[in-house]
């Protein structure tokens, strides 16, 4: 054989052992790492506690860790501390395993971004991918090394206060989301100094809360469970998630953190995952309220086995394992099993080489470059929902009042969720107007209400007074940021306090009303809309929400959000969604409604389709909507055939043309409907969106490809499957409108 030959063949041999390398050097160093440790230590690993709750037990956790009974802690950020508890790991503790340290970085750590709903509102992955990678940046430098982000929970109901934390109702937008968080927040390597662990949770569909109502129960079948709530996951864990979160809520009388379906035959199994399973903040021992173990050793013994590999607080590991595996309910397998894979991420992490945070370091908290991209995020993730053309504001306005509880909300404005971001470090809207905008326009503020459930009305006065003297008035109403996140459900979802009738007021005035609503979630807002001349939905916002809005509102920036979820008119309606199932009486949308039903109406004379006599059908505004202060054209849609056989693509082509005056970004979104399927299918999916910025006239071409696997769903052989048939496809702005075609999959 020729010289060359054997040489390329060395040269082959010599690059595959190394591709394979870092996956064999690391299954090696956690067999190592494992075959050394005692049983208690292997326990140990299993075990994280909150160094908050327990600061005055410092000395303890100090003790425990050197004994190595613990793996892991939540809330600790001060670098010193970090670096003490590590050293008492490393070179403490008997094996020398270093800690993982867990915080809610859940949308910036200091800097902080617009609530995760809004960074879905922007349609853009990049800018979340962008915050997630600022997020990390600053948290690993304090010492934390897993975040406990992104939540990928699918919400349809906005009376739930965490859907504030997710990205909204649809699975794709989800899924794309969530990927964008997990490369954001794990970047190249999980062992730079610049990333973090991610953690998706909550592990599965408890976004479905019954109600609405947090922890409560859900109830989601086969089918909904992998076409909806399982999607984004699946996402995220083929985007390398290096941990996941187990849910408080029971599906189906199954809680979360002992259901072995979904942690070992979805997860692990058909998912491949090898991160690690953390339960939610005492989700175990939760299990005995929840009526389905009889005590924390039943808990303990069920969750083990169900493959939850890390338990959160409630210690019920670390106090009955080893009882249980003399008792031979848990098999020393699975304890090792749940240590290889803490072990795993840990050496992923770079920890073992570098676990001490490096205190000489110049902060990057709070870095000019971050706060630019936050700006960039909150502008981005504002919904402009009605405009009569008085947006952007005109040299025609000099003076401007300036009203409501969040204008000058700076701890409101960051949203839910945080602990370590400054409410000092926030721009509020009204500080930014007068800092940028101050020396064009004179701005007067009276924030009538002191915060927004406030029911006193003796400023109301002096704001008709203030807006009768201005050119024209923003009021910036919404939520208190304590009224969404964790256990914050709302049975009623319109404006609290005297906010509805602040706006009433201001209209009666006859003043240009321009009405901006900051908030955790939809609200019921039709008569403010109906109210004002122009609104904006704006999302909690973040430190930057302040500089966001000025530039909007003056037209420096141009509104580009595109609503994550649908809005309903009336809480009544919920749940109520766009991708929903047909029915066999759908509303027909010429329904008679209640103010016109005759006397005496026969009982069959109203028709019989599915909608409410007082509420109709649609909502106040669908999934995907968002207005600019452009107008967009969409036109000559085409198909690259009008039919594809599996594994094969069709490709979507439209027109697009700017045809306002205005710079601006449309959200493009592909729909598609599957119309006879062995299961009823939704009436739309989105399956594709791109934002596409043009100049005012210009026009662009915009494309899609669709393979048949987009067109997969779950169906009755509990495998993802496609179907011949026919397909409808939709191209527009919103999920409500577009442009349609029709192709076949055969
Ligand atoms: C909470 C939340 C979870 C959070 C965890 C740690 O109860 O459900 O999202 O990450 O506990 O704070």
């Known amino acids: 054989m020729k010289t060359k030959n054997v040489f390329l063949i060395i040269l082959s041999a010599f690059f595959i052992s190394c591709a394979e390398l870092p996956k064999n050097d690391e299954e090696k160093q956690v067999e190592t790492l494992l075959s050394k440790m005692t049983l208690e230590e292997k326990i140990g690993q299993l075990n994280q506690l909150s160094f908050i709750e327990q600061e005055d037990l410092q000395p303890q956790i100090i003790e425990a860790i050197k004994e190595g009974k613990i793996g892991s802690l939540l809330n600790v950020v001060d670098p010193i501390k970090v670096n003490e508890l590590q050293r008492a790991a490393l070179e403490g503790s008997r094996m020398g395993i270093p800690l993982i340290i867990g915080r809610d970085v859940i949308h910036g750590f200091k ?16 800018i979340v991918r962008e915050g997630a990678a600022v997020a990390a940046a600053e948290a690993r430098s304090v010492g934390v090394n897993w975040t406990f982000s992104p939540m990928l929970d699918i919400s349809r109901d906005p009376r739930w206060g965490r859907l504030a934390e997710g990205c909204g109702e649809d699975p794709y937008l989800a899924a794309i989301m969530g990927e964008a968080f997990v490369k954001g927040y794990q970047g190249n390597s999980l062992a730079d100094k610049t990333s973090i662990a991610a953690c998706i949770k909550h592990f599965v569909a408890y976004g479905a809360a019954e109600g609405g109502r947090d922890y409560n129960s859900t109830n989601i079948p086969d089918h909904l469970m992998h076409n909806v709530y399982l999607v984004p996951f699946k996402k995220a864990v083929e985007a390398g998630a290096a941990t996941l979160m187990t849910s408080f809520n029971d599906n189906d009388g199954i809680p979360a953190s002992a259901n072995e379906y979904l942690l070992r035959d979805v997860l692990r199994k058909d998912w491949g995952f090898d991160g690690f399973v953390v339960s939610d903040w005492a989700s175990i021992t939760e299990m005995i309220a929840h009526g389905s173990v009889a005590d924390a050793k039943e808990a303990a013994m069920k969750s083990i086995n169900a493959g939850v590999d890390m338990e959160m607080v409630s210690m019920s590991y670390i106090t009955y394992l080893p009882e249980l595996l003399k008792e031979g309910k848990v098999s020393e397998k699975t304890i090792d099993d749940a240590v290889r894979n803490i072990l795993r991420i840990k050496i992923r992490l770079g920890l073992f080489e570098n676990p001490y945070v490096d205190t000489e370091e110049p902060s990057i908290l709070y870095a000019e470059e971050h706060l630019k991209k936050a700006k960039i995020a909150a502008e981005q993730s504002a919904i402009l929902l009605k405009n009569n053309g008085l947006l952007p504001l005109g040299e025609n306005i000099k003076t401007l009042a300036v009203v409501g509880p969040l204008a000058d909300a700076p701890h409101d404005q960051l949203g839910t969720w945080i602990f370590d971001g400054e409410k000092e470090h926030s721009v ?15 701005i007067v503020f009276e924030p009538a209400l002191a915060y927004s459930r406030d029911k006193n009305k003796s400023n109301f006065a002096n704001a008709m007074q203030l807006a009768r003297s201005s050119d024209a008035v923003l009021a910036i109403v919404g939520e208190e940021s304590i009224l969404s996140g964790e256990a914050h459900s709302l049975a009623d979802i319109s404006l609290k306090g005297a906010q509805k009738e602040l706006i009433a007021e201001l209209k009666k005035t006859g003043k240009p009303l321009v009405v901006v609503v900051m908030a955790g979630r939809p609200l019921t807002i039709e008569d403010e809309l109906n109210a004002s001349d122009a609104m904006l939905y704006y999302f909690h916002p973040g430190t930057m929400g302040g500089p966001a809005l000025a530039d909007l509102l003056f037209g420096k920036a141009v509104p580009s959000g595109k609503l994550p979820m649908t809005f309903p008119k009336h809480v009544g309606q919920i749940p109520l969604y ?3 199932n047909n029915t066999g009486r759908p509303a027909q949308k010429t329904e008679t409604l209640i103010d016109d039903i005759p006397l005496e109406a026969g009982q069959t004379s109203l028709g019989n389709t599915s909608y409410y006599l007082d509420a109709g059908f649609d909502p106040l505004f669908p999934f995907g909507y968002g207005l600019s202060y452009t107008s967009f054209e969409y036109s000559d849609l085409r198909l690259s055939t009008t039919s594809i056989a599996q594994n094969e693509n069709i490709d979507v082509t439209v027109t697009l043309k700017n045809t306002g005056k205005y710079d601006a970004a449309e ?11 062995s299961i009823a299918r939704p009436v739309k999916e989105l399956k594709g969106f791109q934002r596409i910025n043009l100049k005012a006239g210009e026009s662009q071409e915009v494309s899609f490809s669709l393979s048949s696997n987009d067109l997969a769903f779950y169906g009755l052989n509990k495998k993802f499957i496609t179907e011949a048939g026919e397909f409808k496809i939709w191209v527009g702005g919103d999920s409500a409108s577009g442009l349609e075609a029709s192709f076949s999959l055969k």
């Open 578 to 580: 766009y991708g929903h």
């Open 111 to 126: 800097t902080i971004f617009p609530i995760p709903i809004g960074q879905a509102a922007t349609f853009n992955p990049e």
């Open 667 to 677: 959200v493009v979104q592909l729909y598609v409907r599957d119309l006879v399927g």
């Open 428 to 442: 509020t809207p009204l500080a930014a107007l007068k800092e940028m905008y101050g020396d064009k326009v004179k």
